[in-house]
């Protein structure tokens, strides 16, 4: 692969050479890929405001177009959607609604979504967080699914499908087998640990969930994205907090279940310990373009 697009915060964008294998992963590539391809500037904020934790995909079906939903935590009325066809220039589609129940605490509601298409349907899996019960209380997290054909029309997406996962940061997987996986984490006051499970995504039906990655040592490894690519599962994850020790990690498998190997050049992504204006970079999910770049 010849590229790939990592985003984080609200919302800009970073370009880095990325072909998955571990010796190629390094974050001191970019500004070198940023100066021999011209065409690839980008002015940050790509979309200003309040957009942290985006999870963003590329479907050529939709009129090749990039789709991004990030977290909105207790604003209303839900999850923004973007749409974009040049990763420069974004609209906001609509807000993918949500009941409020009650009045919301500084750090509840929407905890990053992750965004996916499979098999023509758009997928939505999040937490919504009620921060003022305890870490170890079940109720503090509602796991949540969406679906939807169309994007832009919000009478398309379904009603929400609940499951049971006492943590949050949920994403959904789909194997080549045709197995269906989602995969989460728990506050670092419960565990360190990124857990997985085989689920139904239609009925929020779920196995055991397992440990899969204790991450690297960092601070409260959250984030869990999987992605396939030649023969391997390459995890991505955030560590360190949510703080200026935040950071991107990565590990890889053989089987989807473990055990992974971690990235000997993590954190692949940090601005920990730098001066750098951006500070607090964690969060992170990969996606490809129409050529395939990721």
Same mark, same amino acid.
């Given at each position: 692969?010849?590229?790939?697009?990592?985003?984080?915060?609200?919302?800009?964008?970073?370009?880095? %050479?990325? $072909?998955?294998?571990?010796?190629?992963?390094?974050?001191?590539?970019?500004?070198?890929?940023?100066?021999?391809?011209?065409? $690839?500037?980008?002015?940050?904020?790509?979309? %200003?405001?309040?957009?942290?934790?985006?999870?963003?995909?590329?479907?050529?079906?939709?009129?090749?177009?990039?789709?991004?939903?990030?977290?909105?935590?207790?604003?209303? /009325?839900?999850? /923004?959607?973007?749409?974009?066809?040049?990763?420069?220039?974004?609209?906001?589609?609509?807000?993918?609604?949500?009941?409020?129940?009650?009045?919301?605490?500084?750090?509840?509601?929407?905890?990053? /979504?992750?965004?996916?298409?499979?098999?023509?349907?758009?997928?939505?899996?999040?937490?919504?967080?009620?921060?003022?019960?305890?870490? =170890?209380?079940?109720?503090?997290?509602?796991?949540?699914?969406?679906?939807?054909?169309?994007?832009?029309?919000?009478?398309?997406?379904?009603?929400?499908?609940?499951?049971?996962?006492?943590?949050?940061?949920?994403?959904?997987?789909?194997?080549?087998?045709?197995?269906?996986?989602?995969?989460? =984490?728990?506050?670092?006051?419960?565990?360190?640990?990124?857990?997985?499970?085989?689920?139904?995504?239609?009925?929020?039906?779920?196995?055991?969930?397992?440990?899969?990655?204790?991450?690297?040592?960092?601070?409260?490894?959250?984030?869990?994205?999987? #992605?396939?690519?030649?023969?391997? #599962? #390459?995890?991505?994850?955030?560590?360190?907090?949510?703080?200026?020790?935040?950071?991107?990690?990565?590990?890889?498998?053989?089987?989807?279940?473990? /055990? #992974?190997?971690?990235?000997?050049?993590?954190?692949?992504?940090?601005? $920990?310990?730098?001066?750098?204006?951006?500070?607090?970079?964690?969060?992170?999910?990969?996606?490809?373009?129409? $050529?395939?770049?990721?």
């Amino acid at each position: 692969m010849r590229g790939a697009r990592l985003v984080r915060m609200g919302l800009v964008a970073l370009i880095m %050479p990325l $072909s998955l294998g571990f010796d190629e992963i390094d974050c001191s590539a970019a500004k070198a890929f940023l100066a021999e391809d011209s065409n $690839s500037t980008f002015y940050n904020p790509i979309i %200003p405001g309040f957009h942290p934790d985006p999870s963003c995909i590329f479907v050529s079906e939709h009129n090749a177009t990039f789709f991004c939903a990030s977290s909105s935590f207790n604003a209303f /009325p839900g999850i /923004p959607l973007h749409a974009s066809k040049d990763l420069h220039n974004w609209k906001l589609i609509d807000f993918l609604k949500l009941a409020r129940v009650k009045e919301l605490t500084e750090f509840s509601g929407i905890w990053a /979504p992750t965004l996916r298409y499979h098999e023509e349907a758009f997928w939505i899996v999040t937490t919504l967080v009620d921060d003022e019960k305890d870490a =170890a209380d079940a109720s503090r997290w509602d796991n949540i699914i969406f679906k939807a054909k169309d994007p832009y029309d919000l009478r398309s997406w379904s009603d929400a499908i609940h499951f049971e996962f006492e943590g949050y940061d949920t994403e959904p997987f789909w194997d080549d087998d045709g197995k269906t996986y989602l995969n989460g =984490a728990h506050a670092w006051k419960v565990g360190p640990w990124l857990q997985q499970t085989e689920a139904n995504l239609d009925t929020g039906e779920v196995g055991e969930w397992k440990t899969i990655w204790n991450g690297t040592g960092g601070m409260a490894p959250e984030g869990p994205h999987i #992605y396939r690519k030649d023969g391997w #599962y #390459y995890l991505l994850a955030a560590e360190g907090g949510t703080g200026l020790g935040h950071m991107v990690t990565m590990a890889r498998s053989n089987n989807i279940d473990g /055990p #992974y190997e971690s990235n000997p050049a993590n954190p692949i992504l940090t601005n $920990s310990n730098t001066t750098d204006y951006f500070q607090t970079v964690g969060h992170a999910d990969l996606f490809q373009d129409h $050529s395939g770049n990721w």
